[in-house]
Nanobody, 124 residues
């Protein structure tokens, strides 16, 4: 069975940091791009960042560029999202997802696999 297990969310003050993890299993890591979406109440789900499993190429949405860093540990089939300088506007449920074309078509939510979300709350 395919699993994407997201963790690392929590409550943090503005300016703080969090690191999210997405542990994957059940598919070939190198065949996929894995990354993160978030969805705030009343808003659409937006793609934030992804990383190509085979070669580490990355994508970042403008809203997080310079503050969020995605990385992967292929030995653990795990993707991380380091978030710094967090703002109240970053408050959302964060989801990891995997799709071979994730980093090519970041405007879609049509992913092969989704993990359950992890809540990130940033207080002002």
């Amino acid at each position: 069975d395919v699993q994407l297990q997201a963790s690392g969310g929590g409550f943090v003050q503005a300016g703080g940091s969090l690191r999210l993890s997405c542990a994957t299993s059940g598919f070939t890591f190198d065949d996929y791009a894995i990354g993160w979406f978030r969805q705030a109440p009343g808003k659409e789900r937006e793609a934030l960042s992804c990383i190509v499993g085979s070669d580490g190429r990355t994508y970042y949405a403008d809203s997080v560029k310079g503050r969020f860093t995605i990385s992967s540990d292929k030995a653990k089939n795990t993707v991380y999202l380091q978030m710094i300088m967090l703002k109240p506007a970053d408050t959302a449920v964060y989801y990891c997802a995997a799709d071979p074309l994730f980093c090519l078509y970041t405007g879609t939510t049509d992913m092969d696999y989704w993990g359950k979300g992890t809540q990130v709350t940033v207080s002002s």
